[in-house]
């Protein structure tokens, strides 16, 4: 604009041809000189004006958008304080497009390094034998997965087959063996390893020790094997050095379609490995389930707290369960992990649920139940409205008619003060000593394992008198302490509409579970009407029990309970049996015919004021404690109680009778 | 020729810039209008027609929320209180009838919505839908205070405001989440450092300057402009709630700390007492609200609170302050009504009132009835044996809400100083004997009640 500024002190202009009508126009204003110079300036002055109008309007638009920011940078600072808490992302220097890993292998040691980071270090005795893997991810270098084969024993070798299978082409699995890996290291599992390209594992021996860094389906990046000079020796410590090339993040993906989900799920597989079908490329297992609604669902709006630890494949499995239950709502499910483990919440994040992280507090049995109550308490404020919460752990599986079952039930838990809980476990519901899944029983006894707690309880009672984190109790059985239960009852179905499949655990191991989870029943049909809900209520259920003794025919009680005969080879007929009970807490006989009926035999469980309730051969099978219970009266004068005698005295079984 | 050229070419350019000029007076002028909101020209929204900027952005937006179920209600306070001017008459008129556009298209730089989180069924995917309706869209986070009170919990964050900007207008979405004593909370409006800071003028903003707590309003549908949209049942009642809807959190940390200090008291004296208070103060909370009397939690209440965030177990009393232009002569009879009988009566409405009722169990209610003057405000005292009257000094101070015992109660906005007047500066440090004639820093004596007036001044029960 400036070079404009200049034009009118230039000279006048000379008359010119008349081409057109407006140079004649301009012919005839460059004869009057007064008037040209006039318009001149008059231009002049107009630019002139429209520089300074904007400049002014440029000047106000800045004022008003720093004044808008002015009362926001106060609060800038901490938030930036918190930003640079977050570690730099990646050391100096550009990417790195290789990574050196260090793998060894000996008799009472094994590390992983990867480009200086330890990233497995196991030099603890007696422990971690067989082949560590580890999965890195072949874009980033992180580890995705880390398991230990005991290959020294049985069946390990299944697993490790099982697992490396899974693991997607093109990740890089890196194997070791600490102490013994060969013994239980079968032919498949050797063929496997021969797949991978590995010339040592296939022959693998005795006390061998070795290394091994591969791309699966690709090239073999590094092996090391010692062999043991003989059977009371070991193979020398290896230790493999090798540089592993990384690819791209592309190739490392998937190409799935892009949606919210399959978002979920790239972030998903591109961080952990070990969780088969639903990272595959091709055809990736579905993570959203839609399950069919429930009609009339009482349950739409319970808050459901899932207590997890870290067993990230469990936690899958139980939330695919819960997640394909009928009338589940997926945004009132809340995942509470105990410590701050990155892979459980992976799993939730990748069925888009909401998970909250808890610092462990306490050891043991005492850190779970300090997270027991966290995570009840950060329930029922997440959901202020709730008037009840269902709880459930991260190695149950979910019946598909849960959440019916408790929609059909949930009412008596709000007009029947005598009620603790209702819980969709039996403890007695074995294969073998459970029928009907429309039938429900009220039990002295809180199972647990997937239950629903109202809100005043934990509010009024339990809360304020949780146990403090110095006491090392178990939760439940504090909560079945008779100071907590003060006479209440429990509502639970006959057939379970949960599934304790979790064999790792704190008071858990493979024995206790094969003998007393594995045979429990659990129901799989879909939208079962519940018979007859309103009679488990306090006095409706004694007119019930009542009407049952009263139909039962009474069994010969000259026979055995423990021989199969004793229940006549009927199907539908109630029977019922007496058995001697002294006092209240007198259990001798029933211990002892749980124990040769093979259910829950550890403490005593599913009573009702001295009445069991289960089925044997299709029978509705009564248990009566005489004199004990109030349905004694029922005896008829002829029978005698049977006793049995407990064995000679030789373990302390009730010290393992704890289920979590 | 070259003169010619830039004779020309000077003309030309005259014409442009003139045809410039006129686009930026234009402009300028729509811009000033803008900026000082609708207060300028409230009869000027009848002018505009349904073309305006303000009106689609909300139409969208309102149809977004319509198709993804988003449950959303206008809080807008600029909007609802015409709207609740014309409340009649909108009831009145037959849908699509309109033919002005008479709320909407008021000039202003937002209109705020509220969420309603918990009712929100499919939270993701939403975002992307409304960026592929052309709006541009900032989502402020943060973590969920409903954990902070539980020891070492740390959860995905919550989203607490959205503001979605459709060209010059803005749809600012208050996410009100539901919290323990049946109430709803909004968050602090706070920036993080990547943000942009000039997406939007933020300082306008009705909401998010401070977290605030609203009743859960009943909700209506009306239609407004032509679009469909859900408002409070009593929007006035809701436009009052606003400017005193400030919410202060309770101090968690530090209250954590004190216990890693003392210790708490779970010793079954100690439960069964705080179980009573928090009975009695839920008693009197409820009581108070029906007569629609203010009441903050004072004294040793108060100080139980921010100190701890729970209740004193040796305080054996539950204090409420009161200012005395709120009190109500049916307050007494309310109580006694409610289970609570008086138990005693010192001063009278004009100077130093307080009542004290008699709970369950032992425990106390005590009502103080506080003065305003221009510099400070007070309570008085009686000590009944000899007429002798007390008066506590305090800094003045307005009322915030909190959340105590599942309760939403309030607490003064200037705590500290509060506590600081009435325990000293070693509030911190608990102390079991008190003499509430000696003790607190901000005690005066007051003079002595005439004897004549005592059968007034001092009634016990």
């Known amino acids: 604009m400036d070079d404009w500024k200049a034009s009118p002190l230039a000279k006048p202009f000379g008359a010119r041809k008349k081409r057109s009508w407006y140079l004649t126009w301009k012919y005839k204003l460059t004869n009057q000189r007064a008037l040209r110079r006039f318009c001149q300036?008059?231009?002049?002055?107009?630019?002139?004006?429209?520089?300074?109008?904007?400049?002014?309007?440029?000047?106000?638009?800045?004022?008003?958008?720093?004044?808008?920011?002015?009362?926001?940078?106060?609060?800038?600072?901490?938030?930036?304080a918190l930003g640079r808490l977050e570690p730099p992302r990646r050391r100096g220097g550009g990417p790195r497009r290789v990574l050196d890993v260090e793998v060894y292998s000996s008799r009472s040691k094994v590390y992983v390094a990867v480009d200086g980071t330890t990233v497995l270090e196991d030099e603890a005795r007696e422990?971690?034998?067989?082949?560590h893997v580890i999965v890195l991810n072949q874009a980033t270098g992180h580890v995705m997965a880390k398991r230990v084969f005991d290959t020294y024993s049985p069946h390990e070798d299944e697993a490790m087959v099982l697992f490396l299978n899974m693991v997607a082409p093109g990740r890089v699995l890196i194997c070791t063996v600490k102490d013994e890996g060969s013994f239980h290291l079968k032919d498949t599992a050797k063929a496997l390893l021969r797949s991978l390209g590995s010339q040592a594992g296939p022959a693998l021996g005795w006390r061998d020790t070795w290394a091994f860094v591969g791309r699966k389906g690709g090239p073999v990046l590094g092996e090391k094997h010692s062999k043991s000079p003989a059977l009371s020796s070991w193979g020398d410590p290896v230790l493999l050095k090798t540089d592993v090339p990384l690819s791209s993040a592309e190739e490392a993906e998937c190409h799935w379609a892009d949606t919210e989900l399959n978002r979920r799920r790239r972030r998903f597989c591109s961080k952990v490995e070990g969780y088969g079908s639903v990272?595959?490329?091709?055809?990736?297992?579905?993570?959203?389930?839609?399950?069919?609604?429930?009609?009339?669902?009482?349950?739409?709006?319970?808050?459901?707290?899932?207590?997890?630890?870290?067993?990230?494949?469990?936690?899958?499995?139980?939330?695919?369960?819960?997640?394909?239950?009928?009338?589940?709502s997926p945004q009132m499910i809340t995942v509470f992990i105990d410590g701050y483990y990155e892979e459980p919440m992976d799993v939730v994040a990748l069925f888009g649920l909401r998970g909250i992280?808890?610092?462990?507090?306490?050891?043991?049995?005492?850190?779970?139940?300090?997270?027991?109550?966290?995570?009840?308490?950060?329930t029922f404020n997440l959901f202020p409205e709730a008037k009840f919460a269902v709880v459930l752990e991260e190695d149950l599986d979910i019946a598909v008619d849960f959440f019916s079952f408790l929609s059909q039930s949930i009412h008596l838990l709000e007009e029947d003060d005598s009620l603790y809980c209702i819980s969709a476990w039996n403890d007695q519901g074995y294969e073998h000593t459970a029928e009907d899944p429309a039938l429900l029983y009220r039990v002295e006894t809180m199972p647990g394992l997937g239950w629903v707690l109202r809100r005043s309880l934990y509010k009024e009672e339990l809360e304020p008198k949780w146990p403090t984190p110095e006491k090392l109790w178990d939760w439940d059985m504090w909560m079945r302490m008779p100071e907590q239960r003060r006479g209440r009852e429990c509502i639970i179905p006959d057939v379970s509409r949960s599934y304790h499949f979790g064999i790792v655990g704190l008071n858990m191991n493979g024995y206790f579970h094969e003998a007393y989870f594995k045979k429990h029943k659990f129901n799989t049909v879909p939208g079962v009407q519940l018979r007859n809900v309103d009679s488990l209520k306090k006095d409706a259920y004694e007119v019930e029990v009542h009407r049952l003794l009263s139909e039962a025919e009474v069994l010969d009680h000259s026979k055995n309970p423990c021989e199969d005969s004793f229940l006549p080879d009927t199907e539908g007929h109630t029977y019922v049996a007496f058995i001697r009970m002294e006092k209240d807490d007198d259990f001798t006989t029933w211990t002892q015919l749980a124990k040769c009926l093979r259910i829950w035999d550890l403490d005593v469980r599913g009573n009702h004021r001295g009445l069991w309730r289960l089925f044997r051969k299709k029978n509705h099978f009564l248990v009566v404690g005489v004199p004990a219970s109030p349905y004694s009266v029922k005896k008829p004068p002829s029978i005698t109680p049977i006793f049995l005698e407990p064995p000679p005295k030789e373990e302390g079984a009730p010290g393992a009778a704890e289920q979590t | 020729m070259n003169r010619i050229n830039k004779n020309v070419i000077l003309a030309l350019l005259t014409l442009t810039s003139s045809a410039f000029l006129l686009f930026q007076l234009y402009y300028y002028k729509h811009y000033l209008s803008a900026k000082n909101g609708a207060g300028l020209s409230k009869s000027k929204g009848s002018r505009i027609g349904f073309d305006s900027i303000q009106w689609r952005a909300v139409k969208k937006f309102i149809m977004l929320t319509s198709s993804q179920n988003v449950p959303v209600f206008l809080i807008d306070p600029l909007i609802l209180e015409l709207i609740n001017k014309n409340l009649e008459q909108l009831k009145n008129t037959s849908h699509g009838s309109t033919s002005e556009c008479n709320f909407f298209c008021v000039p202003r730089d937002f209109t705020a919505f509220a969420l309603q989180y918990h009712l929100w069924k499919n939270e993701e995917g939403w975002f992307r839908i409304a960026e592929n309706m052309g709006f541009q869209c900032l989502k402020i986070e943060s973590k969920d205070p409903r954990l902070d009170g539980i020891d070492s919990l740390s959860g995905t964050e919550i989203p607490l405001h959205y503001i979605c900007k459709l060209a010059t207008h803005a749809i600012h979405v208050v996410v009100f989440h539901e919290r323990s004593g049946n109430y709803l909370w909004h968050g602090h409006l706070r920036l993080k450092g990547h943000m942009d800071r000039k997406f939007v003028p933020f300082r306008k903003l009705q909401f998010g300057r401070y977290p605030g707590a609203f009743d859960r309003p009943e909700l209506q549908q009306v239609t407004v402009d032509g679009l469909e949209v859900l408002i409070p049942k009593d929007p006035m009642h809701f436009l009052e709630e606003i400017p005193h809807s400030r919410f202060i959190e309770c101090r968690y940390k530090e209250a954590r700390a004190f216990f890693q200090q003392y210790l708490d008291d779970s010793t079954v004296e100690a439960v069964t007492f705080r179980k009573s208070a928090k009975e009695l103060l839920q008693l009197a909370a409820k009581t108070l609200k029906q007569l629609g009397v203010r009441f903050w939690l004072s004294s040793g209440t108060c100080l139980g609170w921010y100190r701890q965030c729970s209740i004193i177990p040796y305080s054996k009393d539950v204090d409420l302050g009161i200012f005395i232009q709120d009190y109500r002569s049916n307050i007494i009879s309310a109580f006694q009504d409610a289970g609570l009988p008086l138990k005693h009566k010192f001063g009278k409405v004009e100077d130093s009132l307080e009542l004290s009722f008699q709970g369950k169990d032992d425990v106390k209610l005590d009502i103080f009835f506080f003065y305003e003057e221009t510099d400070h405000m007070w309570n008085g005292g009686t000590q009944a044996k000899t007429g002798k009257k007390f008066k506590y000094l305090f800094p003045r101070f307005t009322l915030c809400w909190t959340e105590f015992v599942d309760m939403k109660v309030h607490v003064p906005c200037e705590t500290i100083e509060y506590i600081e007047a009435n325990y000293g500066k070693t509030w911190q440090i608990?102390?079991?004997?008190?003499?509430?004639?000696?003790?607190?820093?901000?005690?005066?004596?007051?003079?002595?009640?005439?004897v004549s007036e005592w059968d007034e001044v001092i009634q016990l029960y």
């Not at chain 1, 958008?65 to 938030?79: G, K, M, R, T």
């Open chain 1, 41 to 80: 300036t008059g231009a002049v002055l107009f630019l002139l004006v429209t520089v300074i109008v904007n400049i002014k309007l440029i000047l106000d638009t800045r004022r008003a958008i720093s004044e808008a920011n002015e009362d926001l940078e106060p609060e800038q600072d901490y938030d930036e």
């Open chain 1, 279 to 328: 990272c595959s490329c091709k055809d990736p297992t579905p993570i959203e389930f839609s399950p069919d609604p429930l009609p009339d669902n009482k349950v739409l709006n319970v808050p459901v707290a899932v207590i997890a630890g870290n067993r990230p494949n469990y936690l899958y499995r139980m939330l695919r369960s819960l997640l394909s239950a009928q009338g589940v």
């Open chain 1, 127 to 131: 422990q971690g034998r067989g082949i």
């Open chain 2, 430 to 450: 608990p102390v079991k004997t008190w003499d509430w004639k000696r003790s607190p820093p901000n005690v005066q004596p007051n003079g002595v009640w005439p």
């Open chain 1, 357 to 378: 992280q808890h610092t462990p507090i306490s050891i043991k049995n005492a850190r779970v139940s300090q997270h027991y109550k966290a995570s009840l308490t950060a």
